[in-house]
């Protein structure tokens, strides 16, 4: 058998000449009637919820907060696809029949950050029902490191949506061979207007809508592939035969995936998501009480659980499929993302409509992300950076026809973007050190306010600099070193043996001389991208702390407990005698009893 070892990047030098073996298969009128047909269902539920539903989206707590009236299982489906998005169902398929299994173990990297949510971040901010989580950074800080937070996640966020958008534009042309950048503005076009005139409702009926099309592609997908590799029983042998089944357990960080990567690493980065994140904590303050609350994050974990699994067998099929003849060796795609369009053009096109209805399950996946996305964004903008500027008596009509122009403005810059994604290199790498950037800082922010009574807005600020820093240097650093080739993840071997076609000249990596260069490279450069919320999160605690006890005073105000994770509560109620005859500063005080007051809370 001919066996290759291939690296990340490699394929992109080795088969640009072999166009020639890619498959050419057209969409049919079905699969363009079941794209279409999802496309306009968006933009139907966005027109109802802004026009003829019971309560327009005119005022800020029906169109960011959808009244606070949703129920459990919609939002936790609207949170399943918002976090899924077209990057997890193309990246992961692929990234799974390249490099092994070891992404199954993020399935148990869901669990502990969603507990740590309900006990420690979740109650703070129910209890404070904040449209905006960085307004919290104002009440227990200042307002610069509100900003400074507001800033960090519009950025991050910004960034990372062109790499939502580019996904769907890519698999769509694939199966089209319509110009990408004919689609693009397409698939934003129809999102942008849903999520502007709809708001949280629209973008969580849709979300339903668009979730439950995505699922329905991949339960066929994973049928008819089942089918064509002879059983599941047959797929598991040769995924075990490929070594794709092997679990690595290595400490060292610098491999790309380890069981301990997944588990420690990835926990980081699903506790930035669902314990502070922004989408994430919006919807969860939308349902009626904080049981609800719960129940969605348990929903949400369940869902999460089944779709990682449903990308991990959709891996395996594929390379069940095409264990003797590997596609990215033979030059059939041009990059190992398009392998699972690729993949499904080839065992469903003799069936009318089914690769129409996986492509429209793929765009959905992203609308979803980029609708909830932009809805927050909006949200954020409006109010750290606009609001302060508003007259006091502006309508709240005003104020959301301002959140609808934010939303657009926000497509249109995201969509321009999408043609600096396209230079980059496979998605998954991409997203998550890409995310990291920003949710290291705002972890280390959050969690500094919320668990240590002793930090300061001093130490915040510099916390969150030193991160900031520190994630800019690291990921910038080790991008550039794969983007020349010295550090480099290679995949398991491939195999090219039974192919019925000519295969192109192929000359075989040398994987000893990579792993000679990838060592003589400093070793923070080669930790594994998993690890990067992880090391910025701790530097920003470090580096907050230290500052705070070194800027201390004695004379601080104490903290208001309501500020404070109920986990800690305890280990206040100790010291209670000595907070008392302290007072609050007049503008603190006046902050939280408007807050108290508004909400119903107790002064």
């Known amino acids: ?128 029902q904040l449209t905006s989580t960085y307004e919290y950074l104002k009440l227990r800080f200042d307002t610069k490191i509100r900003v400074l937070a507001s800033f960090l996640y519009a950025l991050g966020s910004l960034t990372f949506l062109p790499i939502v958008i580019y996904v769907p534009a890519m ?60 059983g599941i029983s047959s797929v598991f042998q040769k995924a075990a035969s490929g070594g794709r089944l092997d679990i690595d357990f290595d400490l060292d960080p610098t491999k790309r995936d380890t069981f301990w990567g997944m588990i420690i690493g990835w926990s980081f980065s699903n506790l930035a998501y669902s314990g502070i994140g922004q989408s994430c904590v919006q919807k969860f303050l939308s349902v009626p009480t904080f049981t609800d609350a719960k129940k969605t994050i348990i929903y949400y974990v369940m869902g999460m659980i089944v779709i990682k699994t449903a990308t991990l067998l959709t891996g395996l099929i594929m390379y069940a499929k095409y264990y003797d003849c590997d596609p990215i060796t033979a030059g059939s795609v041009a990059k190992p993302d398009q392998l699972l369009p690729y993949y499904v053009m080839d065992v469903a096109a003799k069936i009318p409509g089914l690769p129409g209805l996986f492509i429209a399950g793929i765009l959905c996946a992203a609308l979803s992300t980029l609708s909830a996305m932009m809805n927050c964004i909006a949200g954020i903008i409006y109010e750290d950076f606009i609001a302060r500027y508003m007259p006091k008596d502006i309508t709240q009509k005003k104020v959301s026809n301002i959140l609808k122009l934010n939303v657009v403005i926000i497509g249109v810059v995201a969509t321009s973007l999408v043609f600096v994604v396209e230079r980059m290199g496979s998605l998954i790498p991409v997203a998550i050190s890409i995310g990291s950037v920003s949710t290291g800082p705002l972890l280390g922010m959050f969690t500094l306010g919320i668990l240590f009574p002793k930090a300061n807005s001093k130490g915040a600020l510099a916390g969150a600099i030193a991160s900031l820093a520190f994630s800019i240097w690291i990921i910038l ?43 003589e490279v400093f070793f923070m450069f080669r930790i594994s991208y998993y690890y990067y919320t992880l090391m910025s999160t701790c530097v920003a605690l470090i580096v907050g702390y230290a500052v705070s006890l070194l800027t201390r005073t004695g004379d601080e105000e104490p903290v208001d407990k309501r500020l404070l994770s109920p986990v800690i509560h305890r280990f206040l109620d100790k010291n209670e005698d000595e907070e008392k005859g302290k007072y609050y500063s007049v503008d603190k005080a006046l902050h939280i009893l408007a807050f108290s007051n508004k909400n119903g809370l107790k002064s």
């Open 1 to 128: 058998m001919d066996t290759f070892n291939i690296t990340e990047d490699d394929f992109e030098s080795t088969t640009l000449n072999a166009g020639k073996t890619m498959m050419k298969v057209a969409f049919s009128w079905y699969d363009y009637t079941f794209f279409s047909m999802m496309l306009i269902l968006s933009a139907l539920i966005g027109v109802y919820f802004g026009f003829f539903g019971k309560k327009k989206q005119s005022n800020v707590a029906e169109y960011l907060m959808g009244g606070k009236q949703m129920k459990p299982l919609p939002i936790a489906m609207s949170l399943v696809a918002s976090h899924v998005s077209g990057i997890a169902l193309l990246g992961v398929p692929s990234d799974v029949y390249r490099f092994g299994s070891n992404y199954w173990m993020s399935c148990f990297a869901i669990i502990p950050p969603s507990i740590i949510t309900c006990l420690v971040y979740l109650p703070v901010f129910y209890n404070l």
């Open 171 to 230: 698999a769509l042309a694939q199966a089209t061979e319509i110009n990408i950048h004919l689609i693009t503005p397409l698939i934003c076009g129809v999102c942008i207007f849903y999520t502007t005139i709809g708001g949280l409702k629209a973008v969580v009926w849709t979300d339903m809508l668009q979730i439950s099309i995505t699922i329905g592609a991949m339960i066929a997908v994973l049928y008819l592939g089942t089918v064509e590799s002879g």
């Open 477 to 519: 650093e080790s991008y550039l070193y794969r983007a020349w080739g010295i550090v480099k993840y290679i995949p398991k071997p491939a195999s090219i043996d039974g192919c019925d076609f000519e295969v192109p000249n192929f000359t075989p990596i040398n994987a000893t001389l990579i792993e000679q260069q990838s060592q």
